[in-house]
């Protein structure tokens, strides 16, 4: 397993736990030296135990040898990042063409090079392409097998799939029999629970993860559009959302409404898919509007909070509940609150923040001046507004008469629903939640 992140480490322990060896390579470190020492480097639950267990019976080991481990393997995964390039917005391949060479330089007999990352349509073809190119006399097949795993449920995405999807060269001259054969050995565990296991051509396999992602972040931007529109119509998008989310063509998923989507997949893979469609001369209208409203909807929630506190927030004393792109994880990449806070400093107000988990994680993304709390009771302390933006299960058993009591202020803007409008007004709050009256 090429690259100990969250997809390359979560995938890597399952495999072990499914009774696979499994050696993880890793290049940072810091990442790499606290996986030795038993050490998880991000925050993901029951990853601990899961990875204690696995090292424990000899299944999993942690290296930064590549030659090693990939000589030893009949599966080489490729589990690195594929971040969004600046500029363009085009996904960085960088780290997956790095990864494919010295896979090709270290292979010695047959085996399967998959990538896991998710990757552009083509780039399957394009790393079977560079390894022929480094190793002519090489016997390898390449397929591709995209992660749907989601960050917080990571552990439960992967063992208890709704599919897996694998992809393999089906253009090649004797078939691909032998690459899916392996494959379907190492996913064998899921056939047991009969998880369904789709095999199409790499093309399709990696055009799945990003129509995948795409749809699912038009369904949350759909549904904050429609909280808008419950503003100011006067209906309430929980019932709206249930209503339609009742009907199986729907479903009741992905409708729960908020500042706007963010984390290491969405923005980066809606973005891809637009220039993937663009440069294939089939351009996805529907994906390029749904990236420029999401961008949109960050900018008016910190206008939002503003607003409700009467067009200014110079030298206000804001509390910030959550920083994190979503709970239940530490991971601060294209998070909402990056882009509203940085606003709200611009506009001279104090922000006093707190995150269970994503606090250290988010000091290089935030305003310098933003002060960090020892839980959420000691940011509300003092403040004159509650701005509420991950919707972690300790904010919702926060017990609002405290929080009255504590601040100095009355104003919530709670961009997570986690409160009753009504029963918060009844408290005194100036209480502004999204889509509800
Ligand atoms: P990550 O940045 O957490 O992890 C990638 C790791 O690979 C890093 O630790 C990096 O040091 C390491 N690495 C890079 N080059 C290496 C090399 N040549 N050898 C060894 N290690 C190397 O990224 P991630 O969140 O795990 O995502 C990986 C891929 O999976 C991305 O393409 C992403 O889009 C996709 N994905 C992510 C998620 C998710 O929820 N995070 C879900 C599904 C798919």
Known sequence: MIGGGYVGLVSGACFAEFGTDVAIVETDPVRLAALRDGRIPIYEPGLDKLVADN???????FGDDIEQAVQA????????????????????????????????KSMKNYAVVVTKSTVPVGTGRQVAELIRRVRPELDFDVASNPEFLREGNAIGDFMRPDRVVIGTDTTKPGG??????????????LYLIEAPVL???????????????????????????????????????????RGIGLDN????????????????????????LVRIAQDAGSPMRLIETTVDINDQRKIHMAERVIAANGGSVANTTIGVLGLTFKHQTDDMREASSIPILHRLAREGAHLRAFDPAGMQSARPLLPETVHYCEDALDAATG??????????????????????KLMKGNVIV???NIWE??????LGFRYQSVGRL
């Not at 090292?55 to 080991?61: I, P, Q, S």
């Open 55 to 61: 090292v424990a019976a000899g299944r999993l080991t």
């Open 73 to 104: 393997a009949e599966v080489i995964f490729i589990a690195v990042g594929t971040p969004s390039r600046r500029g363009d917005g085009h996904a960085d391949l960088r780290y997956v063409y790095a990864a494919a060479e010295q896979i090709a």
């Open 176 to 189: 691909t029999g032998r690459a899916m054969e392996i494959m379907r050995q190492l996913y064998r565990p």
């Open 199 to 241: 095999f199409t051509s790499l093309e399709t396999a990696e055009l799945v993860k990003y129509a995948s992602n795409s749809f699912l972040a038009m369904k949350v931007t759909f549904i904050n559009e429609i909280a808008d529109l419950c503003e100011r119509v006067g209906a309430e998008v929980h019932d709206v959302a």
């Open 249 to 272: 063509r729907i479903g009741r998923k992905f409708l729960h409404p908020g500042p706007g989507f963010g984390g290491s997949c969405f923005p980066k893979d809606t973005l891809a």
């Open 383 to 404: 403040a004159d507004i509650l701005l509420v933006l991950t919707e972690w299960n300790e904010f919702r058993a926060l017990s609002p008469e405290r929080l009255r």
């Open 414 to 416: 709670d961009l997570r």
């Open 421 to 426: 409008p009504r029963a918060m007004r009844d």
